[in-house]
């Protein structure tokens, strides 16, 4: 089928730490397999902003096409499709987040972001969720990128981590859906990062280990996606 919508993803920075699948498992619905990669999980905090969001055929609109995004996420099967399950998706623009919970039943929330270059190449990205009813969360921190890009290949913690075209959600009734998404492969780059606080997992009742998370940075990436 035809992809019903473009976007333009910036300054991305993927967090992940290993978690125990079995930590996982109850908040995701029995018909998804639980993706592993060295025997556990990972679960993943995603800062980002988003451009040049539209229709097919149609220009961008004012006001509803460009604003920073903050996902926490893990990776899941089906039908031997990897993907993307998303815990939460906080974004800084309420009709977006109004469109993207009723049109693609993510779990999208309200939240007052901030995402500003910095002198050394890196980004200072802050965000508080504001959606009425939620439980509280927040992310602040500075990241950059520390090498030239490179694409991940096949076999390699890198690419499970990244090179997944499609995400899962359900519905009310539980009924599973999938989204498929197209883009060239990742540009990625290692990175560092200084974060002063992480309270995305938490507000999930999820737990991060102490560890420091694997990180990778991606500048630009232009993304199609398709209906449910």
Known sequence: APFVMHQRWHDLLFMH???????????????LEIDTFGGAAWLAVVPFRMSGIRPRYLPSVRGLSAFPELNVRTYVTAGGRPGVWFFSLDAANPVAVSIARNWFKLPYFEARMRCQATADQGID???TRTHVGAPPAEWSGRYRPTGPAFDAQPGTLEYFLTARYCLYTSDARERVYRGEIDHVAWPLQPAEAEVRANGMAGAH????????????????????????
Not at 22 to 29: D, F, K, N, T
Not at 207 to 213: E, F, H, V
């Open 17 to 31: 730490w290993r978690v125990p699948a079995a930590e996982l498992r109850a908040r995701i619905p029995r018909e």
């Open 125 to 127: 990205y802050a965000s």
């Open 205 to 228: 009742g999820l737990a991060l280990p102490d560890a420091a998370p694997h990180l990778l940075f991606v500048r630009d990436i232009d993304v199609r996606v398709w209906p449910l």
